[in-house]
């Protein structure tokens, strides 16, 4: 976890200025063809053709590439190995080692697979380079969403890495005192609990004040709410959701047609 | 071979009915009660506790996962449908900060656990360790029956989870894909999810009943006197009984 | 005239038997600065909290009697609207910020959103309010980074901007350092020189003696003392009911008694005690 309050990356780029939900239309739109095109390749055309361009878009090649080696390709790999070995398909075996006897066919079958999932993942990280918080929040209020869905998600992703990092804190005592590993399950357990229980009833009881303090600024209040923040939505902005839209509809028809 | 086909499409039609259900749910006011201001400022902290005890569990690897306390908190103290929110929510920022693969696709799962555990608590089953129990086994269930078909047609049955080995040597057995998915989740939740439910039972009798009574369901708690060390030692005995079955279960599936 | 009258209140939060405020009638005219005195448990949070209104409609409980304010009655009012004439700033500071903003700034504006303030007005709202609290340089900077005196005066500029006929501040400086607690106070002198209606719950009496028009003590939920702060806050009647008084006044008394302090009246503050024993 991190101890920033999310993956974004301040920066000025064509990718950081388009409207939010068009960003949101852009991930699901890679995410849905590459899982529904009928064609083998798709996955991994979309990964060279659309993600590596969307990159330079949004200037967050750096950023993308730590995230990547860190999270993404270990996941993907992970996924690709276990299916590829143990994945029953019948078909030219490649090679066998004790029960283990990956086919051709499953190791494609894998291929495709991790190609799917590291797509999916990178298309995610990508909005979130991309993106701050609160402006998709803003965008999504404006458009419907109830603004207590919004408090709710920021709030989390305040509270969480500061929980976080007293949990940390906790751990490095733990481990300095060797307690983390050497010990029985029981003693560490014990060891634990007069730590974690003031950490967690703590953080209940401020729930109250909290509950006060932003029922004194208008937080239930039944007006039409306002926002600070204007996010644009430009006309490419509509066209580009459209385009997305139309493609998604294309590969789904196009699978219909293959079967 | 159809049958293992990952198919997202599945997936995204199941988030869609979830989503539409809560809609439904919020929308028809059925349920605007359960969200107080209360409710929603309890839900970032539920989420942050799911986090933080899911961390320190796995740092001092303990063989269980403990990720949704809060989740169980939130679904007892304001309904089935906030429950469900703060699960859903709970997997979705999770897996935002830390690594999404490990945790969107198991959205749904969190998502009914904080439904069945808030209707368990509705039904009066979080009054006693005893009836805390019962609510931690249909969690567990429930849990073991909406992650086998995400296993399945997500991840092809192996999924990035320890216990994936458990079902890739059941598979190695010759048994089914989805039997062996469904064997490996009803080994392993029914412990997690039953000391999720005592815990998360044991911190709200540890709040005073003043503070419980601020959240839109305090009558879900309202004990009947069985919060004794007698009942806690018979939960436990039960618990205990239950890990043994599942061994039990475990050999019988490995040797037939 | 009377902005706030409360009238016969008496209060019960759930669960308990005895009442936590007994019978208080009080009368708060347009522009008054009041300061509540009394120990923990007295009932001054939640005479706060009752003018605030969440007091019974967040806490629950049964209140009996009128509460009114700018002539409304709180039985009649939702919560929501209450807010809107009556705001609440308390103890922890921390506990005061939203958590849904990333800056200062939002943080201010996040009542103003609520409220359905236009965007433009909305701007020119939060930075008078900041310049009138001083704390425009935080405009930026993450509510979570401040120091508590900065946070407090977030909070109370958050509520500031909402331009409530009513501030009522539940120990504002409880858990401030004294850097914080000169901060905090440096704000409330402000609201105090500009006329604002401000109910204040405070012990630190030698700061009550500096703003309040009035001073009201409260022991065991009733009101035991209402009056000027000289008077209030130098009667013998605070030190036998365990109220904590300026340290001038408790050595002037000691002084009396050895005949010593000459004047019919006991200090408060050290200019008072400084002037009395001169003579």
Same mark, same amino acid.
């Given at each position: 976890m ?36 009928p ?21 967050v ?11 993404i ?40 697979n ?22 998709l ?17 920021i ?92 493609l ?12 | ?69 809060g989740t ?25 900060l ?28 979080f ?30 049955g ?99 | ?60 409980? =049964?209140?009996? #009697? !009128?509460? $009114? /304010?700018? *002539? ?10 209450? %807010? ?31 409220i ?8 020119q709202r939060?930075?008078?309010a ?16 401040l ?29 401030? =350092?004294?850097? #914080? !607690?000169? $901060? /905090?106070? *440096?704000?409330?002198?402000?609201l ?5 209606? %401000? ?63 000459k ?17």
């Amino acid at each position: 976890m991190h101890d920033r309050l999310s993956f974004y990356v301040p920066r000025d780029s064509i990718l950081h200025r388009l409207n939010p939900l068009t960003k949101l239309f852009l991930v699901f739109g890679l995410i849905l063809v590459s899982f529904i095109s009928p064609y083998y390749w798709t996955p991994h055309l979309l990964i060279l053709a659309g993600i590596i361009p969307l990159l330079f878009l949004g200037n967050v090649v750096r950023e993308y590439v730590g995230a990547m080696l860190r999270i993404i390709l270990p996941a993907t790999l992970f996924l690709f190995v276990m299916q590829a070995l143990f994945q029953p398909l019948e078909g030219t075996e490649l090679f066998r080692v004790g029960f283990l006897h990956p086919t051709l066919e499953s190791t494609m079958f894998a291929f495709r697979n991790a190609a799917r999932v590291f797509a999916m993942a990178s298309s995610f990280t990508i909005f979130l380079l991309t993106t701050h918080p609160r402006e998709l929040m803003t965008d999504l209020t404006r458009r419907g969403l109830p603004p207590q869905f919004a408090y709710v998600i920021i709030s989390t992703l305040q509270i969480l890495p500061q929980m976080h990092a007293k949990a940390q804190t906790i751990m490095a005592a733990q481990r300095s005192r060797g307690l983390d590993t050497q010990s029985t399950y029981l003693k560490r357990v014990g060891s634990l609990l007069p730590l974690v229980g003031p950490l967690v009833f703590g953080s209940l009881v401020e729930v109250e004040e909290r509950a006060i303090a932003i029922e004194a600024r208008g937080f239930t209040s039944t007006r039409a709410k306002t926002s600070l923040h204007e996010i644009p939505d430009t006309g490419s902005d509509k066209i580009l959701r459209w385009i997305l839209v139309l493609l998604v509809i294309a590969s789904f028809t196009l699978r219909l047609w293959q079967s | 071979m159809e049958v293992i086909t990952q198919n997202i499409v599945y997936f995204a039609i199941a988030i869609a009915i979830m989503v539409l259900l809560f809609v439904w749910a919020y929308a028809s006011g059925r349920v605007q009660k359960d969200f107080s201001t209360m409710t929603w400022v309890l839900i970032p902290v539920a989420i942050a506790i799911n986090g933080v005890i899911g961390y320190i569990v796995g740092q001092i690897k303990l063989p269980v996962f403990l990720d949704s306390i809060g989740t169980v908190l939130v679904a007892v103290l304001c309904g089935p449908w906030a429950g469900a929110l703060t699960g859903a929510l709970s997997n979705f920022v999770i897996g935002m900060l830390t690594n999404p693969t490990d945790w969107w696709p198991w959205i749904p799962v969190a998502f009914f656990i904080g439904l069945v555990a808030g209707l368990c608590a509705n039904a009066g089953f979080f009054k006693s360790w005893w009836k805390v129990v019962v609510t931690g086994f249909l969690i567990a269930l429930t849990a073991a029956l909406v992650s086998t078909p995400i296993a399945v047609y997500f991840f092809g049955g192996i999924t990035s989870s320890g216990s994936s080995f458990i079902t890739a040597y059941l598979l190695q057995t010759g048994q089914g894909i989805i039997q062996s998915v469904f064997s490996t989740n009803f080994l392993v939740e029914p412990i997690d999810k039953i000391s999720t439910a005592m815990l998360a039972f044991a911190i709200i009798q540890g709040l005073s009943r003043r503070f419980v009574a601020r959240f839109p369901r305090p009558e879900n708690v309202q004990t009947d006197g069985g919060t004794s060390r007698t009942q806690l030692v018979i939960a436990l005995g039960v618990v205990v009984l239950l890990i043994l079955f599942s061994v039990f279960v475990l050999n019988r599936i490995i040797a037939g | 005239m009377a902005i706030v009258n409360l009238q016969n209140v008496t209060y019960r939060y759930p669960f308990t038997e005895i009442p936590a405020l007994k019978n208080i009638h009080l009368k708060v005219n347009d522009g008054e600065f009041i300061a509540v005195i009394g120990a923990n448990g007295s009932g001054k949070s939640t005479l706060c909290y009752a003018l605030a209104g969440f007091v019974p409609h967040f806490f629950k409980g =049964d209140l009996t #009697g !009128t509460v $009114e /304010v700018a *002539g409304h009655d709180l039985s009649t009012s939702t919560l929501s609207d209450w %807010v809107l004439n009556v705001g609440l700033a308390f103890q922890n500071p921390f506990n005061q910020i939203s958590g849904a903003k990333y800056t200062v700034f939002e943080e201010i504006a996040f009542g103003l959103e609520n409220i359905g303030v236009p965007r433009e007005e909305m701007k020119q709202r939060v930075e008078q309010a900041m310049s009138l609290t001083g704390i425009s340089n935080l405009a930026d900077r993450s509510p979570y980074s401040l120091s508590g005196g900065q946070q407090q005066r977030v909070a109370l500029t958050s509520i500031l901007v909402m331009q409530p006929k009513v501030l009522v501040l539940d120990e504002p400086t409880s858990q401030m =350092d004294p850097v #914080g !607690t000169r $901060e /905090v106070f *440096g704000v409330i002198r402000i609201l105090a020189e500009r006329g604002m209606t %401000v109910i204040m719950a405070e012990h630190k009496v030698e700061w009550i003696a500096q703003f309040a028009d009035r001073v009201v003590a409260l022991h065991e939920g009733q009101l035991l003392l209402d009056g000027k702060p000289a008077e209030v806050l130098t009667s013998d009647l605070l030190p036998e009911k365990g109220f904590g008084i300026s340290r001038y006044t408790s050595a002037a008394r000691k002084a009396k008694d050895q005949g010593l302090w000459k004047k019919d009246r006991l200090p408060v503050t050290l200019e008072e005690a400084v002037e009395g024993f001169r003579r």
